[in-house]
């Protein structure tokens, strides 16, 4: 992963005094974000946007964001890890956020490219012990050609990345069916969690195995509660752009003509950028 120096202060311009870029953050809807705008551009047109973690290590933010005619132009991170300053820069045009937290006090879990599958992991969620032991597994082996009475040891020249378990409860059928949404694509999951927590468990990017329904925990009579064990193996940040949040014929569904549709949206950016199912 590349690594740059982190931002030592706010460089962020006010409004109106020349071309900026600034972070803030949004903690308190359905999905945690950080907001990025950016002003008094004097070029058009899709640009990459970086964010910086206080070790100086980067990732670029899912989707960038594109400059329009009025020189202005925002998007949204919503994968900033939770209760850690970050700041952002646009290389191509020279411009750099000051640093700001995106503050959330729970452990969430979430598709990286599906935003709308937030899941909050309130105490209800957690079990007793919502963490397994979190293991390195040996990718080594050792073979003792012609009986030799010594092994021969022989390794890719890396343990396998860290492995662990979430152990989870869900209440009632729509957690039920949140819990199976989330992991539909089979796709990389972000669990973010905060610092703050003590889980002594970095924000990280997680393959998940297979999603296991305890069978002693049938749901009971009025209560609806299952449990659920899901192992998972640390991986690296994957690489894509965000899934559609609605599609053409949803939006068919919606709206019987076009001249609904135009009396709800005032335009084609507007109707895009609608997040309806965040």
Request: no cysteine; aromatic share 6%.
């Amino acid at each position: 992963m590349p690594v740059i120096a982190p931002t030592p202060q706010d460089t962020t311009a006010p409004p109106g005094s020349g071309p900026r870029l600034v972070a803030t953050p949004e903690p308190g809807g359905q999905v945690p974000r950080i907001r990025l705008d950016v002003g008094d551009i004097a070029r058009t047109g899709p640009v990459s946007v970086t964010r910086v973690l206080p070790s100086g290590q980067t990732a670029p933010v899912r989707g960038g964001l594109t400059v329009l005619s009025g020189g202005t132009g925002h998007t949204w991170d919503y994968e900033p890890p939770h209760g850690v300053p970050v700041s952002y820069r646009v290389a191509s045009l020279g411009l750099a956020s000051g640093r700001v937290t995106l503050d959330y006090d729970r452990p969430s879990l979430m598709d990286p490219f599906r935003p709308a599958t937030f899941w909050r992991l309130e105490p209800h969620h957690l079990q007793a012990a919502a963490l397994a032991d979190r293991e390195w597994a040996s990718q080594a082996s050792r073979l003792r050609p012609l009986n030799r009475a010594g092994s021969i040891h022989v390794s890719t020249g890396s343990r396998a990345p860290a492995a662990d378990q979430l152990l989870l409860w869900t209440v009632g059928t729509a957690e039920h069916r949140h819990l199976l949404d989330l992991l539909r694509n089979d796709s990389p999951l972000l669990l973010n969690v905060p610092p703050s927590l003590g889980w002594d468990v970095e924000t990280e990017y997680i393959s998940p195995g297979t999603l296991t329904r305890s069978r002693g925990a049938r749901p009971l009579a009025g209560a609806g509660r299952r449990g659920w064990s899901l192992p998972y193996e640390v991986t690296d940040r994957p690489v894509g752009d965000f899934r559609a949040l609605w599609t053409l014929a949803e939006i068919a569904q919606d709206f019987d003509t076009l001249g609904d549709l135009a009396a709800t949206y005032t335009s084609l950016r507007a109707l895009a950028e609608d997040d309806r199912t965040l």
